[in-house]
Nanobody
Framework: QVQLVESGGGLVQPGGSLRLSCTAS????????MGWYRQAPGKQRELVAR???????NYADSVKGRFTISRDNAKNTVYLQMNSLKPEDTAVYYC????????WGQGTQVTVSS
């Protein structure tokens, strides 16, 4: 039974920062690639950032230079540090683990607004 629990979302002003966390259970965390995704109403779910089991990272062009993904295998947790937030970052943020990738959890809402 795989469980992925996201937390850390909230309301923030443009230019502000948030740090999201995703804690996993039911998997061998250290051998899984981890990714952060987001979806806004009416839009496709998109990959925001990923970090491999070897700690190789990749970012969407829209967040490059502003967001940082990291992982702590001892805590079974992946983080997304989000700086210089923009209104277009508003979305529900999800994490996932794989391969093979798992079902989607509830996500955490990030709202960037004045």
């Amino acid at each position: 039974q795989v469980q992925l629990v996201e937390s850390g979302g909230g309301l923030v002003q443009p230019g502000g920062s948030l740090r999201l966390s995703c804690t996993a259970s039911g998997i061998i965390f250290s051998i899984n690639d981890m990714g952060w995704y987001r979806q806004a109403p009416g839009k496709q779910r998109e990959l925001v950032a990923r970090i491999s089991r070897f700690t190789t990272t990749n970012y969407a062009d829209s967040v490059k230079g502003r967001f940082t993904i990291s992982r702590d295998n001892a805590k079974n947790t992946v983080y997304l540090q989000m700086n210089s937030l923009k209104p277009e970052d508003t979305a529900v943020y999800y994490c996932n683990a794989g391969p093979p990738y798992k079902g989607w959890g509830q996500g955490t809402q990030v709202t960037v607004s004045s």
